[in-house]
């Protein structure tokens, strides 16, 4: 997709908040600085578009970006981030889990995992969870200019026998600092936009 015009659209905690549109929506899910907001601001040539705080775990509400009045990105809570209450977590949870749930023009929702680290019991969890409530997901491996490019592929599969990932699903590696695999992605995700 060429991206002509990308905007803000709403921040939603609740369905009742969420862009009253039937446009399809990707949406990115992963721990809290795992690169999100980052992802999507390289994914649409911005660069402050969405708010990437030195803080982690600041975001606790879903943000929604219209890209070309045809899609939204939906830039969801981070989980995982050690110092936050059980009951804050779970109520992040909830919003993540409603929306995933509730969501009928959600396309693919892209999990985002760090390609230094083996994924977190958090990133399993979620990621069982999607295959097990059949939401169509891809994974992206992000902060692949934090690494040698010799290092990457045997991370990729690392990353892919740590989720115990199905065959047709492939983990994109990607550097929102370099723009490494833009294409690649944006390839993948017109896929899922197109099949209207
Ligand atoms: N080198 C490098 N740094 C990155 C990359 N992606 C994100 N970062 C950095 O990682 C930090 C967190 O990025 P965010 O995009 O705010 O992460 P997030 O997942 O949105 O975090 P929360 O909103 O707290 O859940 C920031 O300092 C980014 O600059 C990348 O591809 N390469
Ligand atoms: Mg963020």
């Known amino acids: 997709m060429i991206v002509k015009d990308a905007r803000f659209e709403i921040t939603a905690v609740s369905p009742a908040q969420y862009p009253q549109s039937n446009l399809p929506e990707i949406a990115f899910v992963g721990r809290s600085n795992v690169g999100k907001s980052s992802i999507i601001n390289s994914l649409l040539n911005r660069k402050k578009l969405a708010r990437i705080s030195g803080t982690p775990g600041k975001t606790r509400e879903i943000n929604f970006y219209n890209v070309n009045e045809k899609l939204f990105f939906v830039d969801l809570p981070g989980y995982g981030y050690a110092s936050v209450s059980k009951q804050k977590k779970s109520s992040w949870g909830n919003i993540i889990e409603t929306y995933l749930l509730t969501r009928h023009q959600l396309k693919v929702i892209i999990l985002l995992v760090d390609v230094r680290h083996e994924p977190s019991a958090d990133d399993k969890q979620m990621y069982d969870w999607l295959v097990a ?8 491996a992000t902060k692949i ?13 690392d990353i892919r026998k740590a989720l115990n990932a ?3 699903i492939k983990v994109f590696p990607y550097s ?8 690649a992605l944006w390839e993948a995700i017109d896929e899922y936009v197109e099949e209207e």
């Open 176 to 183: 929102s600092e370099t723009r490494q695999g833009r294409e």
């Open 145 to 157: 200019d934090k690494i040698t490019r010799s290092a990457v592929n045997p991370r990729l599969s």
């Open 166 to 168: 199905a065959e047709g």
């Open 133 to 140: 409530n059949n939401v169509p997901h891809m994974v992206v």
